[in-house]
């Protein structure tokens, strides 16, 4: 069975600190995706990632980075020099090949404070 | 373009009665999904269309839930009898083919509050 773990329920930094967002992962499949989602205040869902499992290469997108390690079934999210738009629950997901749904974690929420 | 729209944004209704959801989604988009978030938790899967037929129902929690894509665009989420514990965020997303690849894009939700 699929199951997503984000263990860190909230989080919360002074502007221009650096920050992680962990997820755990488990699935029985080989081919699977994860993604990243940013959810504001607002209350829609932003896409920010994703990746498939053959994949490990780290990623780098502005001030946010991903590190997907298989070994230890983690795809943890880094924001660096965080302000205060990055405020927002971040929610982890996974979908494994021939199973479009996506399953999510239960989210972290990050405050960062100016 | 439009992004995946959803309406009405806030349903609050009376326990016993009848609602409807809607959803309309990226234009072109084949794939269609529901997903129900509660307080203080990611959101779960109900149900996922492949144009009009539903193709994975298995998260709809019981037989008051039911969803149709009638015309393979708009969605309309429907619960008979509703109940307290129904109250929840109701989200819909949208993918371009419904392969694992794609990425889905979600709606603003409709929040429903059910008294």
């Known amino acids: 069975a699929q199951k997503v773990t984000q263990a860190q329920t909230e989080i919360s930094v002074v502007e221009k600190e650096d920050v992680t967002l962990d997820c755990v992962y488990e699935t029985r499949d080989t081919t699977y995706y994860l993604f990243w989602y940013k959810q504001p205040p607002s209350g829609e869902l932003v896409f920010l990632i994703r990746r498939n499992s053959f994949d490990e290469q780290n990623e780098i997108s502005g001030r946010y980075s991903w590190n997907f390690q298989k070994s230890t079934s983690s795809f943890n999210f880094t924001i660096t020099a965080s302000q205060v738009v990055d405020s927002a629950v971040y929610f982890c997901?996974?979908?494994?090949?021939?199973?479009?749904?996506?399953?999510f974690g239960k989210g972290t929420r990050l405050s960062v404070i100016a | 373009g439009a992004g995946v729209s959803q309406t009405p944004s806030n349903k609050v209704t009376e326990k016993g009665k009848y609602v409807e959801l809607r959803c309309d989604p990226i234009s072109g988009h084949t794939a269609l999904y529901w997903y129900r978030q509660s307080l203080g938790q990611g959101p779960e899967f109900l149900i996922y269309?492949?144009?009009?037929?539903?193709?994975?129902d298995s998260g709809l929690p019981n037989d008051r839930f039911f969803a149709v894509r009638p015309e393979g665009s708009v969605s309309t989420l429907k619960i008979q009898r509703t109940e307290r514990g129904d109250s929840a965020v109701y989200l819909c997303?949208?993918?371009?083919?419904?392969?694992?690849?794609?990425?889905?894009?979600f709606g603003p939700g409709t929040r429903l509050t059910v008294l």
């Open positions: 997303a949208s993918s371009q083919t419904g392969i694992s690849t794609d990425t889905q894009y």
């Open positions: 997901a996974l979908s494994e090949a021939g199973n479009t749904p996506l399953v």
């Open positions: 269309f492949q144009g009009t037929g539903a193709a994975d």
